[in-house]
């Protein structure tokens, strides 16, 4: 059984359907990548795992158990962190608040918790007075998967946490993704940076407006051709 099993799921925005029997699977351990072109459905499947949309038809199971429908902080009890696309952080409140708020659910063993994440982003113990709203783009994309780990996930969901990014903090963003998966945390994410996210990925989907059109490990999607191609909308 794997950890995080999406089973032939369709969406809908209303009566707008965007998702057609959209499967995929993150073992335990593992970083998946979700790749596609804008629009191709990739933060629709991320938010429908995390509870923020029902499964019109399909199933979504995480370890064994239907969570479709329920509710996100139930998903999140559960053991599932969700780091939407730009960065939401609290940008009137401070650094360190941004991430106790990422415990809401258990803050138990805060100390330790706020630790880890300085450990991984030595740059948010520094900056942990200041305003999250002072922050550059960078230094912000990391409070938020900061703030994602501080509920100690089991499964990380990250949507584009490289967009718009120097390539200097792109490189940052991607060493602490490996890191953290290399520390027991699986990854499921979703890029357009193809090159980067096969990189830390042991495997990986195309999504092609609203359906899977390729899957494989991340070595055999480096080399498929077809996989840039989908980006183009080719
Ligand atoms: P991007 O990288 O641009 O976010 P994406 O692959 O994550 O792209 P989605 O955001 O999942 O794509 O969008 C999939 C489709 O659903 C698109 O056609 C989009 O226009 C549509 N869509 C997204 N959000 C809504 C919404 N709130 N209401 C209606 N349609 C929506």
């Not at 191709?40 to 499947?45: F, L, S, V």
């Not at 995390?50 to 479709?68: A, F, N, T």
């Not at 990986?204 to 494989?216: A, H, P, R």
Request: one cysteine or more; a negative charge.
């Amino acid at each position: 059984m794997s950890l995080l099993e999406v089973d032939s799921i369709d969406v809908a925005y209303g009566n707008v359907q965007v998702l057609w029997d959209v499967s995929l699977s993150v073992d335990k351990g593992e970083t998946v990548a979700l790749l596609g072109a804008n629009g191709a459905g990739k933060t629709t499947t991320l938010k429908t795992i995390c509870g923020d949309l029902s499964p019109m038809d399909g199933e979504v199971r995480y370890k064994g158990e239907s969570i479709g429908d329920l509710p996100h902080e139930d998903v999140v009890a559960k053991g599932v962190a969700h780091v939407p696309e730009g960065r939401e952080v609290f940008t009137e409140s401070s650094v360190r608040e941004n991430l106790e708020l990422g415990a809401y659910l258990d803050r138990s063993g805060m100390d330790e918790r706020l630790e880890r994440v300085y450990d991984i982003f030595p740059r948010l113990e520094e900056r942990a007075k200041q305003q999250a709203g002072t922050l550059s783009g960078g230094e912000q994309q990391m409070l938020a998967i900061g703030r994602g780990l501080m509920s100690e996930p089991d499964l990380l969901l990250l949507d584009e946490a490289s967009l718009g990014l120097a390539p200097v903090l792109v490189d940052d963003v991607f060493e602490a993704i490996q890191r953290i998966n290399d520390e027991g945390t699986t990854v499921l994410l979703v890029e357009q940076d193809i090159y980067n996210a096969l990189r830390v990925a042991d495997r990986g989907y195309v999504i092609k407006t609203g359906e899977i059109s390729l899957s494989g490990t991340a070595e055999e999607l480096a080399q498929d051709k077809r996989v840039e191609e989908s980006y183009l909308g080719a």
